[in-house]
C-alpha cells in the first residue's frame, strides 16, 4: 500500500507560504517519510531504520540539500556550536548558484543506494538565480527515474512560471493564533509572546527568533516610542541594517493602521494622523530593507532611514 502510494507521488512539489510558519520542518519530515525503510501503511517515518538515522545524521545517501551558502553555513554553525566555523575571506552567497543545481544531475541519475526514491531538497526555491533556475527546469522537464524534487518557498510569485507549473503546489496556511502562542510557550517564550508574534506577523518560528534575539529589537521598539531617535544609530554595524529597516517600515505601517483604522497591527507605537505620509514612508522602507545588505556606508545609511521618518 504503501510503495503504491509513493510510486503516484507527483515527481516535484512545491510546498509554499509565509515565513517562518515551519514549511521547512514539515518538508524535512516528508522527505525522512520518503526515506524510510519501515513498513508504516500511513507513511510516518519510524526514526530507527537505516534510512531514518542517516537521515537524522544528516548523511543519508539518497538524500542532497541545496541552500544559499549563507544558510548553509548557518547550520553548520548550529551543529556545531563548539566548533566555530572557519573563517573566509568572501561573504558567504544569499543565492543558490547554478553549479549547486547543476550538481544535482549527477545525483539523481545515479541508481539509488537502498533501492528507493533520490530526493533533492531546495530551500529557499525563490534564492536561485536566472542560471539556477534555468538549469533546475531541465531537471522538471525531463526528471530522471525515482527522482524527487522538494521545492521550499516563502515566496513563490518570484519563482519563474514554467517551473511552478511543473510542481504540484502545497499551501501550508499560518497557523492558528492560539496554537503559536502554545507552541511558544512549550519552547520557554512565553514571556512577551504574543507582542513578539504579532510583530512577527502570526509567524512562531520568526517570533521565537525575534525574542531569542530580543536585545536589539526590544530596545529599538522602546527607543520608537519614546522617539528616541538617537538610540536607533548603529555604530556602524552592516548586519543589523536591514533589522533596523524591518522595524521602522513595520512602525510607518503600524501608525498608517492608526490614523486610518484605529489600530495596529505589528504592536509598535501608534497614534499619527499622517496616513499617507507613514504609508509613504514605508514604502520607502521596504526599498531599504532590500538595500540594506548592501550599504557603502553602514552608519550613514541608518542616519538617511531615520532622518526621512515624519515627523507627525
Not at 232 to 250: C, F, S
Request: hydrophobic share 45%; aromatic share 6%; charged share 20%.
Amino acid at each position: 500500500m504503501l510503495q503504491s502510494k509513493r510510486e503516484r507521488m507527483p515527481h516535484a512539489l512545491l510546498i509554499q507560504g509565509p515565513q517562518g510558519i515551519g514549511k521547512l520542518q514539515l518538508a524535512e519530515g516528508f522527505v525522512q517519510s520518503l526515506l524510510c525503510e519501515s513498513g508504516d501503511t500511513h507513511g510516518e517515518p519510524c526514526g530507527v531504520c537505516p534510512g531514518c538515522r542517516w537521515f537524522l545524521a544528516g548523511s543519508h545517501p539518497d538524500f542532497r540539500r541545496v541552500e544559499p551558502e549563507a544558510l548553509a553555513r548557518q547550520s553548520a554553525a548550529a551543529d556545531e556550536s563548539d566548533q566555530p566555523v572557519p573563517a573566509r575571506n568572501a561573504k558567504p552567497s544569499l543565492e543558490i548558484k547554478v553549479d549547486q543545481v547543476r550538481a544535482l544531475d549527477d545525483f539523481l541519475n545515479l541508481q539509488s543506494h537502498r533501492g528507493g526514491r533520490r530526493v533533492a531538497l531546495i530551500h529557499p526555491a525563490e534564492a536561485m538565480n536566472p542560471n539556477a533556475a534555468n538549469a533546475l527546469l531541465k531537471g522538471l522537464e525531463e526528471p530522471p527515474g525515482q527522482a524527487q524534487f522538494i521545492l521550499v518557498s516563502h515566496r513563490p510569485a518570484r519563482l519563474l512560471a514554467t517551473i511552478r507549473s511543473r510542481c504540484v503546489a502545497v499551501a501550508v496556511p499560518m497557523p492558528e493564533a492560539s496554537a503559536s502562542l502554545a507552541w511558544l510557550e512549550s519552547q520557554g517564550a512565553a514571556a512577551d509572546a504574543a507582542s513578539w508574534l504579532a510583530f512577527a506577523s502570526g509567524s512562531p518560528l520568526r517570533a521565537l527568533q525575534y525574542q531569542q534575539a530580543g536585545g536589539t529589537l526590544a530596545r529599538w521598539r522602546q527607543a520608537l516610542q519614546a522617539r528616541d531617535l538617537d538610540a536607533l544609530v548603529l555604530a556602524g554595524d552592516r548586519e543589523q541594517l536591514e533589522e533596523l529597516a524591518e522595524i521602522l517600515q513595520k512602525h510607518a505601517l503600524d501608525q498608517a493602521f492608526a490614523a486610518y483604522c484605529g489600530r495596529s497591527k505589528y504592536g509598535t507605537a501608534a497614534g499619527s494622523k499622517s496616513g499617507a505620509a507613514w504609508l509613504r514612508y514605508a514604502r520607502l522602507m521596504g526599498r531599504n530593507r532590500a538595500l540594506a545588505r548592501h550599504p557603502l556606508n553602514p552608519r550613514l545609511f541608518a542616519y538617511e532611514m531615520l532622518a526621512a521618518m515624519p515627523r507627525e
